[in-house]
T-cell receptor
């Protein structure tokens, strides 16, 4: 069965500093990978997704993620964070044969400190 | 361009009561999903529809839960005889399936509190 691990439940970081949010998954087959962001009192918004091809995926708001098959990881990075990036970030996985069923990780709360 | 909307945004009910939530997907999206999110956790898949057909249900969806999408547009999620453990955020998402891939767009959610 698929599962997603986000080891860091909370990540505080100073404004304009770089950040990396870690995500590891387990699956016996190839996967699709996603990062979603949830701002306070709002729904989830897709940041980026990996379906195939280049392992470095660029998303909205300056975020990018790199798929590493050997390490079963899909870490999210941003070189310089803003106050407005404060939110909950969810890594998610689905199988190509079952694209509809998206399994989410527990989330990482990013707090940007001015 | 309106996104996914959900109504109500908040619902407080007493244990044992029935509640119904509504989700209006993005126009022309043929797939609609329901998730449940508890505090400190990611969303958990409950069920999804393609047009009006309910194609999959999670084991999380007990007999007290029922979802419908009668005309392939809006959907309702009903919980009968609510329990305190049902307290959660209920999220709806919709997508347009094209060429085997789609992106799910989420609504703001309905927060249910069972007293």
């Amino acid at each position: 069965a698929q599962s997603v691990t986000q080891l860091d439940s909370q990540v505080p970081v100073f404004e304009e500093a770089p950040v990396e949010l870690r995500c590891n998954y387990s699956s016996s087959v190839s996967v699709y990978l996603f990062w979603y962001v949830q701002y306070p009192n709002q729904g989830l918004q897709l940041l980026l997704k990996y379906l195939s091809g280049s392992t470095l995926v660029k998303g909205i708001n300056g975020f990018e993620a790199e798929f590493n098959k050997s390490q079963t990881s899909f870490h999210l990075r941003k070189p310089s964070v803003h106050i407005s990036d404060t939110a909950e970030y969810f890594c998610a996985v689905s199988e190509p044969t079952s694209y509809d069923k998206v399994i989410f990780g527990p989330g990482t709360s990013l707090s940007v400190i001015p | 361009d309106t996104g996914v909307s959900q109504d109500p945004r908040h619902k407080i009910t007493k244990r044992g009561q029935n509640v119904t939530f509504r989700c209006d997907p993005i126009s022309e999206h043929n797939r609609l999903y329901w998730y449940r999110q508890t505090l400190g956790q990611g969303p958990e898949f409950l069920t999804y529809f393609q047009n009006e057909a309910q194609l999959e249900k999670s084991r999380l969806l007990s007999d007290r839960f029922s979802a419908e999408r009668p005309k392939g547009s809006f959907s309702t999620l009903e919980i009968q005889r609510t329990e305190q453990g049902d307290s959660a955020m209920y999220l709806c998402a919709s997508s347009l399936l094209l060429a085997g891939t789609d992106t799910q767009y989420f609504g703001p959610g309905t927060r249910l509190t069972v007293l």
